[in-house]
């Protein structure tokens, strides 16, 4: 039995300020995982046109990105930061995922319907092949492990079944090619091509929500802005944010139990005990029992302290784009390398001629 090289990859959009949910949901999880782990973090910019084709700040949009990562502590000598459509091998990829996927598969993706919204016949064929590009972000590094939010999991789902179908579908092309590994998969014994990625969802802020509705994601695309902690706001902001964040009148409870059924505080806990490194269990040691009043403040010091360095960081970083823009051409060549010669073994797999 064999066992895929350990590989970390993920993704983020250059869509709209990047918030509070995507640094604690994914960014710093990013910067945590290069520790151990041989790592490619990559800003998605070919996603960015299916909700929306025509950007007129695309460029800013990708450098800002590269720069909150950067600025997060990222390390793109040690691992491998660059934008998608360097890497033109994640569509090659994506095309043969379109013809492994099920139509029926793709009609179950709640972000499809939850982005598409009423009037799905205007949708973009490329948000509805969506998670299709995205397995193929991850397949075509061999990926194994992807640190994402609460919000990707039906997406890796799908990276999962589409690995499997292709290795069952190519199962002795992949033999005949010499390539794969044995592997189990719950019981079933696979001569596999392609990993099954495991999500790296756990954490304590997995998903953050909204601070205006403990019930909805809190999300770019939500109309208030005081819904979110931009990764860029100032202090005076993300102050006023915070103060204002919706709650219930009652003091914390000294016990995660007493979180249940209190949306608001349960997602502000959970901000606090991600910024600190803590798990919430820890910050109601020190807070069970106090009111917001008292909470809050703290809350506001811990996240400007956290975020402030960063913001500021971003900003010394977008003044040179040149030097961003070589970080992604060297990541991009790395990148491309690997990604090419994953390409080449599956041309060898379906049986192409070269
Ligand atoms: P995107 O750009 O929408 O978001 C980037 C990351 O932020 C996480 N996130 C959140 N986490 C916690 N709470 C929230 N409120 C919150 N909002 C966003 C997301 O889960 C994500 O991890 N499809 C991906 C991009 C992508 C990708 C990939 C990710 C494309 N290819 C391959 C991993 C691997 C997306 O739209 O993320």
């Not at 949009?61 to 720069?67: F, G, P, Y």
Request: proline fraction near 5%.
């Amino acid at each position: 039995m064999g066992e895929f090289k350990p590989l970390v990859f993920s993704g983020v959009q250059p869509t709209g300020n990047l918030h509070l949910g995507n640094y604690l949901g994914a960014i710093r999880k990013f910067v945590a995982l290069q520790e151990n782990n041989d790592c490619i973090y990559c800003v998605v910019d070919l996603h960015a046109l299916t909700a929306q084709l025509v950007h007129e700040d695309m460029a800013s949009q990708i450098r800002s990105i590269t720069a909150a990562f950067l600025a997060s502590g990222i390390d793109p000598k040690s691992h491998i930061v660059f934008n998608q459509s360097a890497v033109p091998q994640h569509a090659e990829l994506a095309w043969i995922f379109n013809c492994v996927a099920r139509i029926g598969w793709m009609n179950r993706m709640t972000q499809f319907k939850d982005k598409a919204g009423k009037d799905r016949e205007q949708a973009s064929l490329g948000l509805y092949a969506y998670p299709s590009l995205m397995a193929a972000d991850i397949l075509v590094y061999r990926a194994t492990h992807v640190p994402v939010g609460e919000d990707q999991k039906q997406h890796l789902e799908l990276t999962r079944d589409i690995a499997m179908k292709f290795n069952l579908d190519f199962m002795e092309h992949i033999r005949r090619a010499g390539q794969g590994i044995d592997i189990t998969v719950g019981d079933e014994p696979v001569h596999a091509y392609f990993p099954m990625v495991e999500p790296l969802i756990d954490g304590p802020a997995p998903r953050v929500m909204s601070l205006k509705d403990g019930t909805k994601k809190m999300s770019k695309s939500d109309p208030s802005d005081l819904s979110r902690v931009n990764l860029m706001d100032d202090a005076e902001t993300i102050s006023k944010k915070i103060r204002k964040a919706k709650t219930d009148p009652d003091a914390l409870p000294s016990e995660t139990e007493g979180l249940k059924g209190r949306p608001e505080a349960d997602n502000l806990v959970g901000i606090f005990a991600a910024l600190a490194d803590k798990s919430k269990e820890d910050v109601l040691k020190d807070f069970g029992g106090q009111q917001f009043s008292v909470f809050k403040p703290a809350l506001v010091e811990l996240a400007v302290e956290v975020l402030s360095p960063i913001s500021a960081e971003m900003r010394k970083l977008m003044a040179d784009p040149a030097h961003i823009d070589s970080i992604l051409r060297d990541g991009g060549e790395r990148a491309r390398a690997r990604a090419e010669k994953t390409m080449n073994e599956v041309r060898d797999i379906i049986g192409f001629v070269k």
